[in-house]
DNA sequence: TGCCAGGCCCTCTTTAGGGCCTT
């Protein structure tokens, strides 16, 4: 059974780029849709944490300064992680800090990633907004946690992943939501998402 | 010097602009 490993940062802004660098990883490790497997570390990168963002996680610097380095956390985050594929919500986030923090530990960030944001877009045109907590409201999934915290937010994204392969399967008669076709969908064109259902529907 | 994200997607678009989403 294939694993997949849902994954959400903390972080102390919106760009690694711009010297921001992460506060905080969870990640829940799905086989076969269910949990096996947790992972969350707070990681101290050496970095101040602005009110703002203290204010918004609840994150410290308190509580960085008494947490591990960020390198040893995130050589311990890729071994969990090994080749499975990454899924996140606005998966460009994430992506963004998972290869800079992984550079910064001189470890390679091969994982592909799938993106609840770009699903949901294409699935739920509906939705109010594609927040993650407004789409797990919108679909009645549990909330668990505080959210803007690692593990609350991963756990909602886990949910949010569980009820797009649920309405793949049901609703478009998908037999099979794979990592491939998940892929596919996020990258196809909204245009496109009818006829791509229609190729993957069991008969 | 001063400023600083960036990919996706819609539309009053396509030689562009602006909102959404993540922290």
């Given at each position: ?16 780029g ?5 506060t905080?990883?969870a990640?829940?490790?799905l086989?076969g849709?269910?949990v096996v ?5 707070l990681?101290n990168?050496?970095v101040?944490?602005p009110?703002?963002?203290t ?14 380095d960020?390198a040893?956390?995130m050589t ?7 080749d ?12 963004k ?12 960030a ?5 993106c ?23 679909h009645?999934?549990p909330?668990t ?29 998908v037999a099979s939501?794979?990592h ?5 969908l996020?990258?196809c064109?909204k ?5 791509l ?7």
């Open positions: 059974m294939p694993l997949t490993a849902v994954i959400d940062f903390e972080t102390t802004g919106i760009s690694p711009c010297g921001d660098r992460a905080e990883v990640i829940v490790l086989e849709g269910r497997d947790r992972f969350q570390s990681m990168a050496g101040r944490i009110s703002f963002i204010q918004l996680t609840g994150i410290t610097n308190a509580m960085v300064a008494g947490a591990p960020a040893q956390v311990q985050a890729s071994r969990f992680v090994g499975a594929p990454l899924v996140a919500h606005n998966a460009a986030f994430d992506r800090f998972w290869q800079a923090e992984l550079d910064r530990a001189g470890l390679a091969p994982q592909p990633f799938i609840t944001l770009l699903l949901s877009r294409r699935l739920y045109p509906q939705a109010p907004n594609h927040k993650l907590g407004s789409l797990v409201d919108f009645g999934l909330r946690g505080q959210a803007h915290r690692a593990l609350a937010d991963a756990e909602m994204a886990v949910e949010l992943l569980g009820q797009i392969q649920h309405d793949l399967r049901t609703r478009h008669r939501p794979d491939a076709l998940l892929m596919a996020q990258r064109a245009s496109a998402v009818g006829a259902m229609a190729r993957h529907a069991s008969t």
